[in-house]
């Protein structure tokens, strides 16, 4: 099996493998990753993670010209930011996610630092995640938010709607959405419960050991 077609598979099975734990749902969700020529295979408009094919994603050049499969997903300003600003993103995963589209509604969450420290592996995978505002479905306006952060984010929050992550290989996008998703949920249900997050010693000692973009 050639690099490509392999690469076309796990995209379909990793979006599967969320879609069937309830990660998101309905049409929901977009995926993307870079080919060894520099060019993108992208989930298509209207896909269901459940049911993506691997003969039918968006293919891309290294130009940014579509060059086969189906149209590709409306969300496609959001994955090219990334590309754009991060040279090590090697894909892109958008979902729907339940807790984290409530966590991105409380009113008292620090936009600049979107995830409560619980766990070190929220900090550790995604570094400092961005709670950008709330954005009409399809507004170019999402893309260009993404673009003023020059690249120093490998996550976003889109306010009422999901998270976008960046990560080297399609693998470590989607460990780090669900990372997103899971601390998320922990937020949300310790809520109001008064827990023992982790201390700014803590925190600070996981951002040294495991050497995360932090102060930026
Ligand atoms: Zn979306």
């Known amino acids: ?125 995604l570094g400092k995640v961005k709670l950008l505002p709330f954005f009409l479905p399809g507004d170019p306006a999402m893309g260009e938010a993404v673009r003023g952060l020059a690249g120093k984010r490998s996550a976003v929050m889109l306010a009422n709607h999901g998270p976008v992550v960046a990560g080297k290989d399609v693998e470590a996008a989607c460990n780090a959405v669900e990372e997103l998703e899971d601390t998320a949920r922990l937020a949300m249900l310790t809520r109001g419960l008064s827990p023992r997050a982790l201390t700014d010693d803590q925190v600070r000692a996981v951002v040294m050991k495991f050497d995360v973009e932090w102060d930026v």
Do not use: W
Request: charged share 20%.
């Open 1 to 125: 099996m050639s690099s490509e077609a392999r690469l076309r598979e796990q995209i379909c099975l990793l979006a599967k493998s969320m879609f069937d734990r309830g990660l998101t749902g309905g049409s929901t969700g977009n995926i993307s990753a870079r080919t060894d020529d520099g060019g993108l295979l992208v989930s298509p408009t209207g896909t269901s993670f459940g049911r993506l094919d691997p003969g039918r994603l968006s293919r891309f050049d290294a130009q940014g010209t579509l060059i086969g499969g189906d149209k590709p997903t409306k969300e496609m300003p959001l994955h090219s930011a990334f590309y754009d600003t991060r040279s090590t993103a090697g894909a892109v995963v958008h979902l729907h996610s339940c807790h984290s589209v409530a966590l991105s509604m409380m009113p008292d969450v620090d936009e600049d630092n979107f995830l409560p420290p619980l766990t070190p592996y929220g900090i550790m995978k």
